[in-house]
C-alpha cells in the first residue's frame, strides 16, 4: 500500500485571518511554536485532536485545513 | 540556527554529559587494572553524577531566565517516545553484551588460566558507559527529529 501525504492551508489561513501570527495560532490550539512551523511546513502530521483545535481556530471545516494526497498509482487502483 | 527551548534543553544536557562522563571515563581507562569498585572509584563516580545534577541546575536556570520556558506538546511526548525507544534497545544490547562478556570470561578462567579477568571495576564501568551512551542515543534521537521533522 503506498503511502500518501498530509497537506494543509495553514499558512493561506493565517494570512486571511489578518497574519495571525505562529505564536497566536500556537496559543489558541494549545501547543508550542514549533509543532506549528513544523505542521505548515509538513514536517509533521497533528494528532486528530490537534487537527479539530487547528479547524477550530480558525473557525473551518477540518477539511478545508487538511487534505489527504495520495500516490498516483494508489489513486488509480482506487478508481 | 533556531533553537527552541526544548532543543536548547536537550543540547546542553547532551554537552554536559559528553564533558563529565568524558572526563570520568578518562580516569576510568587511567585506573583500568583496578580489580574492585572500591570507595575512590564510588566517590569518582558520585562526583561525576553530581557535577552532572549541579551543571544541568545551572544551564536550566539561565536557560528559563533567557527564553520563555515551553511546555511539552504532543510534539515533543512523540519524539521522546521514539527517543527512549533507540536508547532502551541500545542499553538492552549493552547490557546483553557485558553478561555475555562476564559469562565469558568466567568460562574462559575456569577452563584455562587466563589474563582475560572481567574485574568488579570492570563490570560496574561497562554497564555505567551502557547507561551513558543509552541516554546520549536519547539526546541525540531528540535533536535529529527536532530538526528532521516526523512525517
Keep these: 500500500m503506498s503511502r500518501g501525504r498530509i497537506r494543509n492551508n495553514i499558512r493561506r489561513l493565517r494570512f486571511d485571518r489578518s497574519e495571525m501570527t505562529q505564536q ?13 512551523i513544523a505542521i ?17 481556530a480558525f473557525g473551518v471545516p477540518l477539511e478545508e485545513v487538511f ?12 478508481a | 540556527m533556531d533553537l527552541s527551548y526544548q532543543e536548547k534543553s536537550i ?12 572526563y570520568y571515563f578518562a580516569s576510568v581507562l587511567r585506573n ?12 569518582r563516580l558520585l562526583l561525576a553524577v553530581i557535577a552532572i545534577i549541579v551543571i544541568e541546575i545551572a544551564y536550566h536556570i539561565v536557560l ?10 504532543e510534539r515533543d511526548i512523540l ?12 542499553l538492552a544490547t549493552g547490557a546483553c553484551l557485558v553478561i555475555t562478556c562476564v559469562i565469558v570470561a568466567g568460562l574462559a578462567r ?28 536519547k539526546f541525540f534521537t531528540q535533536l535529529f527529529y527536532y530538526r528532521r521533522g516526523l512525517r
Design chain 1, 24 to 36: 497566536e495560532l500556537a496559543e489558541k490550539v494549545g501547543v508550542t511554536r514549533q509543532t506549528i
Design chain 1, 40 to 56: 505548515e511546513q509538513d514536517k509533521y502530521s497533528p494528532s486528530l485532536e490537534v487537527a479539530f483545535r487547528i479547524a477550530r
Design chain 1, 67 to 78: 487534505q489527504y494526497e495520495v500516490a498516483d498509482s494508489e489513486a488509480g487502483n482506487a
Design chain 2, 11 to 22: 543540547l546542553g544536557s547532551l554537552i554536559a554529559m559528553v564533558v563529565v562522563y568524558g
Design chain 2, 32 to 43: 583500568a587494572d583496578r580489580r574492585e569498585f572500591d570507595s575512590a572509584s564510588l566517590g
Design chain 2, 64 to 73: 528559563a531566565l533567557e527564553s520563555k520556558t515551553e511546555p511539552k506538546d
Design chain 2, 79 to 90: 519524539i521522546e517516545c521514539k527517543a527512549y525507544r533507540n536508547a532502551y534497545f541500545l
Design chain 2, 110 to 137: 575456569d577452563a584455562a588460566p587466563t589474563k582475560i579477568i572481567v574485574t568488579p571495576f570492570l563490570t560496574v564501568n561497562l554497564v555505567l558507559f551502557c547507561l551513558v551512551v543509552a541516554e546520549l542515543v
